[in-house]
């Protein structure tokens, strides 16, 4: 036969045809994909305070139970800047970023199943949670242990051989053992706000346990950065409508309306505590909240949360994740004459952070604007300026996003 250019051609197509109706079958104990993948990583790493500096590591090998993944993007967290600013962990030289997200390219031949026994293969999206390989009574398919603030986390890490052990990277490798979830029917922006939000999905469920906080709640949530924000988006979803957002900036109270809050107090216009619990009730129609949330990290603020809870009330206070000095109160007439019910909500459990998907999708479905909570948006190399922008507060919700 002349093999001419059609021929040519007609031969070419049946060969890729039939590659791609048999695939051909790995040996065993390879690991899946490595197609595309670089020699290298790039990480951000933090080496002094306040400056990272973008190393190159050579890319590490894949064991059975790990998983490749390509950072697509991660947020900025409170914790990274405090870690920027102060190393109160003494953890520098560290890869920091434990809001991330990103795209599986390669993984080891016994990972199949998430820590929610869903599917795994290449080309999902995932996000971690925490890592429990030193705990036995914490396994990958047990979403309902208690409060999970001890375990080790991605992006707060010490540093290995490895290296690859924050989301501030163009590339990661979680370890067998880890909590991983397959969020491949999300967004990126859905994907990178998951951590946060299971804060707040944690916080709502402490205040359900004390009874109070209902349907028909009269809710104050005072703080509107990121966290109060997200707080009351999640109200909003519950079908909670009276809620009133309590904050000094007026940029943040509008944004807190758009979130779901009905009704909005700037505490600069007014003068003293009497006067701001005034303001407060008069947005509820003469009445103090049933139930507060207390999302700053101000000792003030939280001596003040008291004021504005009706007698028999209820408190959440979610706002100290690291030590922000004392509060002064006083007992008899904030707690004891009020009987104030009051919980402490601190990061999020497993069944937590797997509500948290459910939350994305309805809060999008009743057209809340998740997405405007990301105000900034940096490449990796531009990382210090991210965190700069962070520390000034110039924005809600800051990312770095891999191109």
């Not at 943040?252 to 003293?272: I, P, Y």
């Not at 937590?352 to 990796?380: C, E, N, Q, V, W």
Request: overall charge negative.
């Amino acid at each position: 036969m002349e093999m001419n250019s059609a021929n040519v051609e007609a031969v070419v197509k049946q060969v890729l045809e039939s590659m791609l109706k048999q695939p051909v079958e790995k040996p065993a104990g390879v690991s899946q994909g490595s197609q595309g993948i670089p020699k290298t990583a790039h990480v951000a790493m933090l080496t002094a305070l306040e400056h990272y500096d973008v190393k190159e590591f050579p890319m590490p090998e894949v064991g059975d139970g790990d998983i490749l993944v390509k950072v697509e993007g991660c947020g900025v967290c409170g914790t990274d800047a405090h870690e920027f600013k102060k190393d109160p962990f003494g953890l520098i030289p560290v890869a920091l970023g434990h809001e991330g997200t990103g795209e599986i390219v390669k993984m080891g031949k016994n990972v199949k199943k998430d820590s929610a026994g869903k599917d795994l293969k290449l080309g999902d999206k995932v996000v971690t949670c925490m890592i429990f390989k030193d705990n036995p009574d914490i396994t990958m398919y047990d979403l309902n242990k208690q409060n999970v603030g001890g375990a080790d986390v991605y992006g707060l890490l010490p540093d290995d051989d490895i290296h690859l052990n924050g989301w501030f990277a163009d590339y990661i490798v979680i370890r067998g053992g880890s909590t991983v979830f397959n969020v491949s029917d999300l967004d990126l922006d859905s994907r990178i706000l998951i951590e946060p939000c299971a804060v707040l999905i944690h916080a709502v469920e402490r205040a359900k346990t004390t009874g109070i906080l209902r349907f028909n709640s009269r809710v104050v949530v005072q703080g509107c950065g990121p966290i109060g924000l997200i707080c009351i988006a999640i109200l909003r979803t519950m079908g909670i409508e009276n809620i009133v957002a309590v904050d000094g900036e007026q940029k943040r109270l509008d944004f807190a309306k758009e979130m779901g809050a009905t009704r909005s107090v700037n505490f600069k216009d007014h003068k003293g505590i009497e006067a701001l619990a005034g303001a407060v009730e008069n947005c509820f129609d003469g009445h103090l909240a049933d139930f507060a949330f207390q999302c700053t990290g101000s000792p003030v603020a939280h001596a003040n949360i008291y004021k504005f809870i009706r007698n028999g009330g209820g408190l959440c206070e979610l706002g100290f994740f690291i030590n922000g000095g004392d509060a002064t109160i006083n007992p008899h007439f904030d707690i004891c004459s009020k009987e104030i019910t009051t919980v402490g909500s601190w990061v999020y459990t497993l069944r937590d952070y797997a509500t948290t998907f459910d939350f994305l999708k309805r809060a999008k479905g009743i057209g809340l604007p998740m997405s405007k909570l990301i105000t900034h948006r940096f490449p990796l190399d531009q990382i210090n300026e991210a965190h700069v922008t962070n520390l000034k507060m110039e924005g809600l919700k800051i990312a770095i996003i891999n191109q």
